[in-house]
């Protein structure tokens, strides 16, 4: 299928900060896919929290496999809207790759201990980091030199970043719209972890299906259908054939008012769409309402779960230990980080250090420096 004349067209691309030769059968966005997936931090995702730990079930979805749904959906809506694939596939794979352990939690509390010298914690900006920093993998760049419209997209695919706080972002236009391809990933984010959270939460048995039905509108109207189609059918598959009902609802409706969108506005080239004065990707005001239904529902519903938030505040608590520990200690890290700390800032490599590990990494760290044994699977 040809591309919408305000695709990302890849022959458009600004290019690499350090120039490489083509390669003969990938295009440019292509090999930042790759590039993000054979990265040592994208591994790590696959043992960093999403909603659930181990301790309830290896099935639920952690921070990998969450991503891996957010990257299907990406595809299916930027195909649908003749946007770059590619570019929707690359960014949705490394949309998560700056989370550090326990997931929003633990994000929140390193942003806490980071303002106390002044700074931020922010896992879009941390991403950038670790693509143009951490991840050593080739001789003749550091990084791994992805093209710039993957590099803006970290930045900007979830918030505007001002120029007069973020100085150090400027090459990135930031008083500028990124392309749609950028532009979709929150909101197909927002679809999977939506869905997703949902699923697991009724799998743990900690949702219950008639608080569900009575306080998510959209998710009522779709059972009561499937209830009409399939009045003996098992409650399970109900309930995943309704979830299903409303992530398509949602994905269709995010593909259908964003072509609404781009067409009022009169966008014809990626030009057009960087110079508009807000995002053209967005939900209709219907969806829009359904999905914050949802999350509410799962705020109030799940995530401020007893058992969740107990296990998570503990899993905190270790985080924040070992955060005061190194900045008292530094020699307890590992080397390169020590001679790292002579060089920058010492809570910032404290930061960097704590922010790569996995939860069970850091909690295992915690017990083995302090003696306190934290474990996701008591």
């Given at each position: 299928m040809p591309l919408a004349p305000y695709a990302m067209d890849v022959r458009c691309s600004r290019g690499r900060r350090y120039p490489e030769n083509p390669h003969p059968y990938r295009t440019d966005y292509a090999r930042d896919r790759d590039r993000v997936i054979h990265a040592r931090a994208f591994r790590r995702l696959e043992a960093k929290t999403q909603v659930f730990t181990t301790r309830f079930s290896d099935h639920f979805r952690n921070r990998l496999t969450h991503t891996l749904e957010v990257t299907q959906i990406a595809r299916t809506v930027a195909g649908a809207l003749q946007l770059n694939t590619e570019l929707a596939e690359a960014l949705a794979l490394v949309h998560d790759i700056g989370h550090p352990p326990f997931g929003h939690a633990g994000e929140h509390r390193l942003d806490e201990r980071m303002r106390e010298f002044g700074e931020r914690f922010d896992h879009n900006l941390h991403a950038?980091?670790?693509?143009?920093?951490f991840e050593q993998r080739y001789l003749d760049f550091p990084g791994l030199?992805?093209?710039?419209e993957v590099r803006e997209g970290i930045v900007k695919h979830s918030r505007d970043y001002s120029a007069a706080e973020f100085p150090a972002l400027t090459e990135y236009s930031l008083d500028e719209r990124p392309p749609l391809e950028a532009q979709l990933i929150d909101l197909v984010d927002e679809i999977a972890y939506d869905t997703a959270d949902l699923d697991d939460g009724f799998e743990a048995h900690l949702l219950r299906l008639e608080e569900l039905r009575a306080e998510v509108p959209a998710f009522d109207s779709a059972y009561g259908d499937v209830e009409h189609q399939h009045p003996n059918g098992r409650r399970q598959l109900k309930f995943n054939e309704a979830l299903k009902r409303v992530l398509d609802y949602l994905a269709t409706d995010l593909i259908e008012t964003t072509r609404s969108e781009v067409a009022a506005s009169g966008a014809r080239t990626v030009e057009d769409v960087r110079k508009?004065?807000?995002?053209?990707?967005?939900?209709?005001?219907?969806?829009?309402?359904?999905?914050?239904?949802l999350k509410?529902?799962?705020?109030?519903r799940l995530y401020l779960n007893a058992a969740i938030a107990e296990e998570r505040d503990r899993s905190v608590a270790a985080l924040d230990a070992l955060f005061t520990l190194f900045l008292r200690y530094p020699?307890?890290?590992?080397?390169?980080?020590?001679?790292q700390a002579k060089r920058e800032p010492l809570h910032r490599v404290v930061c960097d250090y704590l922010a790569g590990m996995t939860d069970q990494f850091l909690l295992r760290q915690h017990t083995a420096l302090l003696g306190a044994a934290v474990s996701l699977k008591n």
């Open positions: 950038l980091r670790i693509v143009e920093q030199n992805l093209t710039f508009q004065p807000r995002r053209l990707a967005r939900f209709s005001t219907g969806a829009a309402k359904a999905a914050t239904s509410h529902f799962l705020n109030a020699e307890r890290m590992p080397p390169n980080y020590v001679e």
